[in-house]
């Protein structure tokens, strides 16, 4: 996908643009001398190529899925978990001894 940008320069930049580059080619011309210092290729690679490791990607799912029931257990452990569990199912210090 391409992106349209206007871009203010010095008259004597573009006079220099359009005779040395050529009419219709600035854009082309402009691009290929910035695309190096913005764009890291070799990034976009190499997430493409770690995309492929199944093994990698499947061991990824797994710690993320652990990661997402850690943090709902955190619900049940904070003090609105606590009060939420005393009303649903009576004191926990009876049952384990503390409320942690």
């Known amino acids: 996908m391409t992106k349209k940008l206007t871009i ?10 359009y005779r040395v580059v050529g009419p219709r080619r600035i854009s082309r011309f402009i691009e290929q ?5 913005v764009i890291d290729e ?13 093994e990698r990607e499947t061991e990824a799912l ?6 997402i029931n850690d943090v ?6 904070s003090l609105v978990g606590q009060f939420r569990s ?4 009576g004191n ?5 001894g503390d409320l942690s």
């Open 42 to 54: 070799d990034l976009e690679a190499a997430y493409a190529e770690m995309a492929q490791d199944e």
């Open 92 to 96: 926990p210090e009876e049952a384990s």
């Open 33 to 37: 001398l910035v695309r190096p210092h």
């Open 86 to 89: 005393i009303r649903r199912w």
């Open 72 to 77: 709902s257990d955190e619900t049940r452990r």
């Open 8 to 17: 203010t320069l010095d008259e004597a930049v573009y006079e220099g643009l």
């Open 62 to 67: 797994e710690w993320s899925d652990a990661l």
